[in-house]
C-alpha cells in the first residue's frame, strides 16, 4: 500500500429535488403537457417525478432560450435536451403540418466520442423507436393520423457504409449482418435478441423484414413509419429529423459534397420554418483549449453552411463539470459558452446547476457501532440472504419498522428513513459530489473505534446505503468505488 496501490475512494453523485407531476405544472402549453404526459404515462423516457433542472430546461428551450446544463453524473442530463427537441418537434408537428411534412435537420446532437454516440441512440430507439410503436400512436393522436414518423440517424464513422454510391456486396454483408441480430431464426437466439431489443441496440425500423429485402437489392429507402435511418445512403436521400453525429464527421460533411443533399433540404426548410434549429454539444466543458477554438470556427462553417444568422440556432450544452464557485467563475463560464457557439458578446445563457437535496438537518438518532459489526456485508450483498440481514441490522434500533415483510417494503422504507440516522446521514454528506478515501470516512463517522473495527463497520454501513431505492427504482446513495493502481512497466 503506498506502491503499488492506494485505498479506495467512494464517491456519490449529488441527489437532486424532483417534482411531484412536474410535467403537469410546467410553464408550457396544455397541448404539450398532454403529449409528455401520455409518453410519461406509456413510461417512454419522460418521468412523473423529474428533477427540477430538468423541467427548467423544458421551459427555457421552449421559449428559444440558449441554455447551459451542469449536473452531476446520473442527474438526468440527456433528458435537458431530448424532451427539447420532442418538444421542438411536437411544436412543428402542431403549428406547421406543412413544414413538419419536410425534409431537414431540426437537432443536431454532437458528441465527443462515438461510445456516447451510441448510447444516444440506443435511448431514442426505446423512446421514439419503441418495438411497440407505442410513441407513433401517440405522436399521431396528439398531432395528426397522416403525420409523419419522427425519424433520428448515427453518422459517425461506423455508420454503415463509406462510399459515393451503395455496393451490392457491401449490402448484402450487411443484410446478413442485421438478419442474424433483428430477424432471430430459432428459439436459441430469441432471447439474445430480446435482450439487444430491451436494451435498445436494435435497429428501430418498422418492418425490418422488409427493410432488408430492399437492401438486398441495393435499394436504401426507409418506410414512412421508420424511426431510425440505418445506412449513410438512406440519410443523404432522406434527411433526418434528428442528426447524432460526431466532430469529426460533422466537419467531413459540411465538406463533401456527397452530403450535400443533407444541407440543401436543411436549407431550405430553415427559409420558412418558425422553429430555431437545435444545436446540442454534450460534454462541453471537453472542447476547451484548440479543441474549443476549431469547434467554434466548425459552428460558424455550420451556420455559413445553412446559410443563417446566430439568432437561428438555439444551443443546449450538457455538461458534469463547470466551475460555480464564485461570481469570476460564472463570467469565465459564460465567457466560455459565447466563445463556443459563436454568441455576440453579453449573450445570456440559462445556467442551470440544478437543485441538490438538503440532508444536513435530517440526521435525528444515532447507531452504535456494534450494530454494524454485528452483521455481515457479504450476506447484504447477496440477494437471497439480504431481507434477514437487514432485519437483524434493524431490530431495536429507534423508529424502525423492522421487521420488514419484503426487501421491496425495506428498501423503499430505507430510501425514506435512512437519512434520519446520524452514521449514514454522515457518509451521505461527505461523499455526494466528492471522491472520499475509505480511511477518511471511517475515521469520521466512527471516530471513537479502532480503524479496523471502524473500516469494517462501514463497509457494512455502505451495503446497506446501495440498497435504499424507492418503487420507481431512484437509488439513494448511488456510490461508486475508485480503485488506484500504478501500472508496472515492463513484462515477460
Not at 127 to 153: A, K, T, W
Not at 266 to 284: G, S, V, Y
Request: charged content about 25%.
Amino acid at each position: 500500500e503506498g506502491l503499488l496501490y492506494k485505498k479506495p475512494y467512494i464517491e456519490s453523485s449529488p441527489i437532486y429535488k424532483t417534482v411531484k407531476d412536474g410535467i403537469l405544472k410546467s410553464k408550457i402549453p396544455e397541448w404539450l403537457k398532454k403529449f409528455f404526459h401520455e409518453l410519461s404515462e406509456a413510461g417512454l423516457g419522460v418521468y412523473s417525478s423529474p428533477f427540477t433542472h430538468q423541467i427548467k430546461a423544458l421551459e427555457h428551450a421552449f421559449n428559444g432560450n440558449d441554455i447551459c446544463v451542469s449536473t452531476g453524473t446520473g442527474s438526468g442530463k440527456t433528458e435537458c435536451f431530448t424532451w427539447p427537441v420532442l418538444a421542438d418537434i411536437a411544436c412543428e408537428a402542431h403549428n406547421s403540418p406543412d413544414t413538419w411534412q419536410e425534409r431537414g435537420i431540426r437537432a443536431v446532437i454532437m458528441y465527443p466520442m462515438n461510445a456516447l454516440v451510441s448510447d444516444q441512440v440506443s435511448r431514442l430507439r426505446k423512446l421514439i423507436g419503441d418495438h411497440n410503436g407505442r410513441f407513433l400512436r401517440i405522436f399521431r393522436e396528439n398531432f395528426g393520423y397522416n403525420s409523419r414518423c419522427p425519424q433520428f440517424g448515427m453518422y459517425t464513422g461506423r455508420t454503415p457504409y463509406p462510399g459515393r454510391e451503395p455496393k451490392t456486396p457491401e449490402d448484402r454483408k450487411l443484410e446478413k449482418t442485421l438478419r442474424e441480430i433483428a430477424l432471430p431464426a430459432d428459439e436459441s437466439k430469441e432471447k439474445f435478441f430480446r435482450t439487444l431489443l430491451a436494451e435498445g441496440k436494435i435497429p428501430a425500423k418498422s418492418n425490418m423484414a422488409a427493410f432488408l429485402k430492399r437492401l438486398h437489392d441495393s435499394e436504401h429507402t426507409p418506410d414512412y413509419d421508420d424511426a431510425e435511418l440505418v445506412t449513410r445512403f438512406e440519410m443523404q436521400k432522406y434527411c433526418p429529423d434528428i442528426l447524432i453525429t460526431n466532430y469529426s464527421m460533422l466537419e467531413y460533411m459540411l465538406l463533401r459534397p456527397i452530403e450535400a443533399k443533407i444541407w440543401d433540404s436543411t436549407k431550405k426548410l430553415l427559409e420558412h420554418r418558425e422553429n430555431k434549429i437545435l444545436f446540442i454539444i454534450d460534454e462541453a466543458h471537453m472542447y476547451k483549449g484548440s479543441a474549443g477554438g476549431e469547434t467554434a470556427l466548425l459552428i460558424r462553417r455550420f451556420m455559413h453552411k445553412l446559410n443563417i444568422s446566430r439568432e437561428k440556432v438555439q444551443f443546449i450544452l450538457p455538461t458534469a463539470s463547470m466551475p460555480d464557485s464564485s461570481e469570476q467563475n460564472r463570467i469565465n463560464v459564460m465567457n466560455f459558452l459565447n466563445d463556443l457557439t459563436s454568441s455576440p458578446d453579453g449573450k445570456k445563457f440559462i445556467y442551470l446547476r440544478g437543485d441538490q437535496e438538503d440532508i444536513s438537518g435530517l440526521a435525528k438518532y444515532d447507531i452504535a457501532i456494534n450494530k454494524f459489526t454485528s452483521c455481515s456485508s457479504e450476506r447484504l450483498e447477496t440477494a437471497e440472504y439480504q431481507l434477514e440481514e437487514l432485519n437483524k441490522f434493524w431490530i431495536g434500533i429507534t423508529n424502525s419498522k423492522a421487521p420488514f415483510e419484503s426487501i421491496e417494503s425495506a428498501c423503499e422504507w430505507l430510501y425514506q428513513n435512512i437519512a434520519q440516522y446520524k452514521p449514514f446521514n454522515k457518509v451521505f454528506k461527505l461523499c455526494r459530489g466528492n471522491a472520499v478515501s475509505l480511511n477518511e470516512i471511517a475515521e469520521a463517522v466512527f471516530p471513537d473505534t479502532d480503524i479496523n473495527t471502524a473500516l469494517y463497520g462501514l463497509c457494512v454501513l455502505l451495503s446497506i446505503s446501495v440498497l435504499a431505492r424507492d418503487v420507481n427504482g431512484s437509488v439513494l446513495f448511488p456510490a461508486r468505488i475508485h480503485m488506484l493502481f500504478k501500472g508496472i512497466k515492463g513484462g515477460l
